[in-house]
């Protein structure tokens, strides 16, 4: 079964959870991509939506973080001094905090259109 259009979603038989076997699924299976984020220079490790669904923010290797709007890049968050290895947002807040292993996590303020780190923690070994 498909349904026309842009967002072309395509679900089978064989896409169905095992279970109780009655056959319905309310979640598709998306088979090809609607776009492609491409501003990193590294290996992206971790990606979260901000409060609203329209945003994104993606974690890479390349100690950047990347702030999207739809597939545009919004804004390149740059500090940390070695990879990232996490990036999380808040639920009700456009709040973002990431990590890396340069021991350190950063609290990230999306509320303010200048877009700043609101605090660099330190003190993590590992």
């Keep these: 079964q498909q349904v026309s259009g842009e967002d072309e979603v395509e679900i089978s038989d064989k896409d169905e959870p095992d279970g109780d076997g009655d056959g319905s699924s309310d979640c598709p299976t998306v088979r090809a991509p609607l776009t ?3 501003s990193h220079q590294g290996v992206v ?4 939506w901000l409060v609203g669904g329209k945003q994104a923010v993606t974690a890479s290797w390349d100690r950047t973080a990347n702030l999207y709007d739809t597939s545009e890049l919004v804004h390149s968050l740059t500090g940390h001094d070695q990879e990232l290895t996490h990036c999380c947002t808040h639920p009700t807040q456009r709040l973002v905090v990431t990590s890396s292993r340069d021991t350190t996590f950063r609290l990230w303020d999306f ?3 200048s877009i700043h780190s609101v605090n660099v923690f330190q003190g993590h070994t590992e």
């Design 36 to 38: 492609s984020l491409k």
């Design 45 to 48: 490790i971790a990606a979260d």
């Design 111 to 113: 509320r303010d259109p």
